[in-house]
């Protein structure tokens, strides 16, 4: 299920998923099993969590604006892989050691879209620890959380433009 702000956002989540799926299919059938609902929020900024055992992404718009759908796909598998590190007993590891594999994961899928050049930028956020600069946004955290309680309550219904369900 997709949630966000506006059509475009919608369009851009639904072109990543066909790029999975035309790339890796193996991949994109296992997906919505580890991936429940992304939800993209009002808020700018690149902050996101994945929610488990919820299932739940959170992104803040700027992450989907501001980058291209070979990049959006990429994120998309780098959560999705966070869901099996829960199941194997990995989730309450330190972030940085989280992020590490789930980032090789995420460059093995680039490297067949882009080539090296997806390799490159992969190299250059992990570089930045972005995991680092988001745990500054202590505000996004907040509303994360607020947004998966009304989630849960039901409540959620007047924020969503969109919802597709893509299982
Ligand atoms: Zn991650």
Same mark, same amino acid.
Request: net charge positive; glycine share 4%.
């Given at each position: 299920m997709?949630?966000?702000p506006?059509?475009?956002?919608?369009?851009?989540?639904?072109?990543?998923?066909?790029?999975?799926?035309?790339?890796d299919?193996?991949?994109? $059938?296992?997906l919505? #099993?580890?991936?429940?609902?992304?939800?993209?929020?009002?808020?700018?900024g690149v902050?996101?969590?994945?929610?488990? +055992?919820?299932?739940?992404?959170f992104?803040?718009?700027?992450?989907?604006? %501001?980058?291209?759908?070979?990049? !959006?796909?990429?994120?998309?598998?780098?959560?999705?892989?966070?869901?099996?590190?829960?199941?194997?007993? %990995?989730?309450?590891a +330190?972030?940085?050691?989280?992020? #590490?594999?789930?980032?090789? !994961?995420?460059?093995?899928?680039?490297?067949?879209?882009? =080539?090296?050049? =997806?390799?490159?930028?992969? %190299? $250059?956020?992990?570089?930045? #620890?972005?995991?680092?600069?988001?745990?500054?946004?202590?505000?996004?955290?907040?509303?994360f959380?607020?947004?998966?309680?009304?989630?849960?309550? =039901?409540k959620?219904? =007047?924020?969503? !433009?969109?919802?597709?369900?893509?299982?």
């Amino acid at each position: 299920m997709l949630y966000a702000p506006h059509k475009a956002i919608i369009t851009k989540l639904e072109n990543a998923l066909d790029l999975i799926r035309n790339t890796d299919n193996r991949e994109y $059938k296992k997906l919505f #099993s580890r991936l429940g609902v992304i939800f993209i929020t009002r808020r700018m900024g690149v902050t996101n969590e994945f929610f488990m +055992p919820e299932k739940i992404w959170f992104a803040n718009r700027s992450l989907i604006e %501001k980058n291209n759908i070979q990049w !959006v796909a990429s994120l998309i598998i780098h959560e999705a892989f966070h869901a099996t590190q829960f199941k194997n007993g %990995k989730y309450i590891a +330190p972030i940085d050691r989280l992020e #590490s594999p789930a980032l090789k !994961v995420q460059a093995k899928f680039l490297k067949k879209v882009e =080539g090296i050049r =997806g390799v490159i930028d992969i %190299k $250059k956020v992990t570089k930045d #620890s972005y995991w680092k600069h988001m745990a500054e946004d202590v505000k996004s955290y907040t509303h994360f959380r607020n947004l998966l309680k009304y989630f849960e309550d =039901g409540k959620i219904r =007047g924020r969503r !433009v969109n919802k597709i369900n893509h299982a």
